[in-house]
């Protein structure tokens, strides 16, 4: 019996997914809920398992292609055998032996693009961008082919539909912004023989559009402070032991910079909120981004409700939340709806950085290395452990004393931790 292997449910607002690589081949075995195939969103890497065990049928999508939910990627066949799978490489080798002659090539029909303007011209008609784009279009009234295509081979994604509706329509620009690799100069022949090619990810180019798009967006500014770390580095260093015996996770930095952050956005409740449209939308309740770099790029896990947290809670929450980024198992869940966001490229050795917003919110926080400086106290000139923080905000809806305050009640709260625990 034969058993499809189908892409599954891939979360809201992905509609799409790119083969990354088969683990299995045609003819091999597999066990139930071994990993079969891995797939790449714009915002997630999956496996999907075998739904069944038995030998590997057919492949029906290669790597590489783009397939939406619910498409069959292959069959397994629940009574395969060794036998059968040597029948299928028989079966793959004999067209090698007997090689078809080439036929004369066909030529390619002229493709109709009428209605299309400077879109990408794929013939595409309204529902081949997809079901779930033919919806919207015929909801919101929005055409696809006035909408800027990011899928591939100019299909429009659901995503792209919803960025367009929510920005009343907004046609694709008189002429779509060519590919990198075309912008690029050809590169002299002997450098170009010791260059390697490699196709961005889904992921890559999710964050290389949404950073951009934040720019093109929003008006950003960025401000600085910094703090002197002495409490807090103090308050670790006698409560670290006696903390990961009681709470099973190491006491670090994130904890206090998120709390210190979530009493910060309840008094300057702008940062916390974001605009649609001609509103602006005012959030009470506070789920933070942290920032993680992985291979693949940067993700963001989202910590719900941190202002009903404890620092020990925060603290295990970005622990799951960092292995899980590290081993490619975040689910699209845990990266959607953060308010604020915070980034520390002070693991990394950065004194100082302008962070760019994680769109649609209006602020983000930069951590940086601590490094010890002379600074003045009481009069004398001592050597304490400062950090640069750099908050940048969308000026469209955070004024200057509003984002500078904002930092100055995270530097409070920070040199004088009781801040936290009293809620001050």
Known sequence: MATEIRVPTLGESVSEATIARWFKKPGEAVAADEPLVELETDKVT???PAPASGVIAEIVQAEGATVEPGAVLGTIDEGGTAAAAKKTEKAEEKPAEKPAPAAKPAEAPAVSTQGYGNAPKTGLATEDHGPAVGRLARESGV?????????????????DMLAAIAGGGAQAPAAPAPAPAQMRA???PDDASREERVRMTKLRQTIARRLKDAQNTAAMLTTFNDVDMSAV???????????EKKHGVKLGFMGFFTKACVQALKELPAVNAEIDGTDLVYKNYYHVGIAVGTEKGLVVPVVRDADQMSIAEIEKQIGVYG????????????????????TNGGIYGSLMSTPILNAPQSGILGMH?????????????????MMYLALSYDHRIVDG?????????VKEALEDPARLVLDL
Do not use: C, H, N, W
């Open 369 to 385: 290395r601590i490094e010890e400086r002379p600074v003045v106290r009481g009069g004398q000139v001592v050597v304490r452990p």
């Open 46 to 48: 999956l496996e999907v």
């Open 401 to 409: 004393k509003e984002a500078v305050t904002f930092l100055v009640r």
């Open 233 to 243: 580095m103090e308050m670790r260093k006698t409560y670290k032991d006696v903390f």
């Open 323 to 342: 292995k899980k980024a590290r081993d490619g198992k975040l689910s699209i869940d845990e990266m959607q709806g953060g308010t604020f966001t915070i």
């Open 143 to 159: 055409d696809p082919a006035q909408v800027a295509a990011s899928g591939k081979d100019g299909r429009v994604t659901k995503g």
């Open 186 to 188: 050809p590169s002299a």
